[in-house]
């Protein structure tokens, strides 16, 4: 297994480094103080490239996740929502060559690359969170296609996108085998995008309710076809996009140690800088060690997806560097925010959105309790229910 970073790789952490310190970091307090969507860093990412970039070169990317790590590291480094932008978008994306058809794919993919179109991804659901095979959204046929109706959650991008993905049943059964995707434009007849949700972190980025009530959806829209096993393929392609979360949790850990590293240098207590003090040091020092070992396990899974892992062999692993990446994050936003005393409760200070984006980040792309539940899983097989 390689991890070291190719000089391509070096050259794409130098720019992003740059734009980052340069761009984004200037922007990243306000856009989480005013929770307004940052259209500027959304063209600022389609000018770079990015939307495409852990995608097979055919659709413009480089076909690499240790790459996509790499821009959702540095990014995040300095602006959680920024770096969410890139996820956001990648998801549907990473849907659509998963599980669509052909057909598909050159219709759509060509414009999310771009950034011209963008998109978002429903299957939360009010009583369904973790458990998918529980929504209850139904996708009736109809002659020419199917008509939507149910009540989804928590659909990050929403009222900013073209159109959705929305996770629905065409069977009233528990399979997740009856779960299909439909492609929804933001504007059909029948769908309302509810209330912004006021969140705590991840503030930049609107998540709404939806509410569908008998929505048409053409045949040509449904991912994968009639008889394909779109859903699957595409929590599948989850999966192995796991380790891209895990490096928002390294980028957000890295971030808050950076502004600590500034803070005790600049503070005095007692008649000395706060950086003498044998236990803000060690709290530093337990925050790289962190900080470093999450980074480890991230791009050494993101490694072996590049070298083709993927399937039972990959799902504790990246399920390992989401949960562990995640945790580190929180830990250390927490550490950052005591080290920072009075300053660290203010809104005026930047370090309390570090500690607020990190607790969103052990919630989504599958909580941490069912990431450990993969894990156990590996490890002992699945947990046999009693009858
Ligand atoms: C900011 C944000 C953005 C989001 N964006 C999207 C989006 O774009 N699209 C979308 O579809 N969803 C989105 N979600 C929803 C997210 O995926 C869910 O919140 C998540 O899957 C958890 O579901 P839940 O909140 O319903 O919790 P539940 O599933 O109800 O879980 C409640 C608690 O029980 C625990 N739990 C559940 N099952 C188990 C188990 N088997 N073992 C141990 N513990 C368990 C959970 O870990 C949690 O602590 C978003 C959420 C947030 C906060």
Redesign the pocket.
Known sequence: MHIGFTPEQLQLQTMLRRVAKEKVAPRANDIDRTAQYPEDMFSLLCELGLFALPFPEAQGGTGSLVSACMAIEELGTVCYNTAYLLA?QWTPFGAILAGGTDAQKLRLLPELASGKARA?????EPQ????VRGITTRARSVSGGYRLTGT??????ASVSDYIFV?AKTESSDAVSGVKLFRVPTNAPGLKIGRK?D?T??RGIP?HPLFLDDVLVPEEDLLGGEHSNGFRLVMDAMNTARPLHAARGVGLAQGALNHSIDFVQNRQAFGESVQNFQGIRWMLADMEMQTQAARSLVYRVAAQVDEGLTGKALAPMAAAAKCFATDVAMKVAIDAVQIFGASGISADCPINRYMRDAK?LQ????????QR?IIANGLLGAVAKAR
């Open positions: 956001v978002a991804i429903s299957i939360t369904s969170g973790s458990d989804k959650a928590w659909c990050t991008g996770a949700e969140k972190g991840a998540s969103v919630i989504i792309e599958g909580t941490n309790q069912i539940n």
